[in-house]
């Protein structure tokens, strides 16, 4: 039993980049946290946070009532559920699923309604932010839920986790709040990259370019760690390429769903598609940088 409030223990599926340092805050915070990951390597770095890793998937279900999944794409939340179109291989009946990663809206609906036919609870609550942010509990939180007390759990669940949390409706509608808030932050970072590319050329002083762009009415915290990133040339993930790709996909295979052009969009998905062609997919987004205007 949590120490939390009384709580019972949460299972917590996926601990990558971002599953790990949440998983860990969880710990941190009192619950009793139950984790499954593929790798084992992942699952013992949470056994150190005060996780308790399973072996078998379905432990994950059986012995809890509320799991959070953390998982790179729509394709490996299926695989998790061992989903079927409507059916699902795990038992989820009187257990509440809440997605934390990003999905199509279209996707995260027809799952809700999959796991609500076999008499689970479905709640969306995409965050914003990288890794960073996930480590130090600063990550925005969106929540889509169908009931009062679906957005109170999923608000206690993420307040380690987060700086603020937001209630957007009924699902999908966290997940169509989620893409629109990436629209931004995707375009945002390709235009440092382009931007820091373009000072090179010009030949002008970089970390100076950087420290005038902090003390400037456009800094954010996003625009200083990928600042920082340049000036010291270090690529080290906190949201890769290759992840922001998929990202952008999503936000595009919306776009067209509404008839909607997305200018500004197609070009950064282009930008990032190029990166991954030309093998830079695992470094961070600001990384595009090497291939602007090359």
């Excluded at 909607?260 to 997919?281: K, T």
């Amino acid at each position: 039993m949590s120490v939390e409030k009384g709580l019972g223990r949460l299972g917590f599926a996926g601990l990558g980049r971002m599953g790990l340092p949440m998983a860990r805050r969880l710990c941190a915070a009192g619950f009793a946290v139950q984790v499954w990951n593929r790798s084992p390597g992942a699952a013992g770095e949470a056994r150190v946070a005060g996780a308790e890793p399973v072996a078998e998937l379905a432990e994950l279900f059986t012995g809890n009532t509320a799991v959070l999944m953390c998982l790179a794409n729509q394709d490996a939340a299926d695989a998790l559920l061992g989903r079927d179109h409507d059916r699902l291989a795990v038992p989820v009946a009187g257990r509440t699923l809440i997605q934390l990663g990003t999905t199509a809206p279209a996707h995260s609906e027809s799952l809700c309604r999959a796991i609500e036919a076999e008499g689970g609870r479905y709640v969306e609550a995409p965050v914003s932010g990288s890794r960073k942010p996930a480590e130090d509990g600063t990550l925005i939180g969106m929540i889509g839920a169908a009931s009062e007390a679906d957005f109170a759990l999923a608000e206690r669940l993420l307040a380690p986790l987060t700086a603020r949390t937001f209630r957007c409706g009924p699902p999908p509608a966290a997940m169509t709040m989620k893409l629109a808030v990436n629209s931004f932050l995707i375009a945002m970072v390709m235009s440092l990259a382009e931007t820091w590319s373009f000072a090179r050329r010009l030949q002008v002083d970089l970390p100076l370019l950087r420290d005038i762009l902090d003390a400037g009415p456009m800094a954010s915290a996003v625009s200083r760690g990928k600042l920082a990133k340049l000036v010291e040339s270090d690529m080290t993930a906190q949201a890769s390429i290759a992840d922001v790709l998929m990202n952008a996909g999503l936000v595009a295979g919306l776009a067209d769903a509404i008839g909607f052009p997305l200018p500004l969009g197609r070009v950064s998905q282009d930008m990032l598609r190029c990166a991954v062609e030309a093998g830079f997919g695992s470094e961070d987004m600001i990384a595009v940088e090497k291939v602007v205007g090359r």
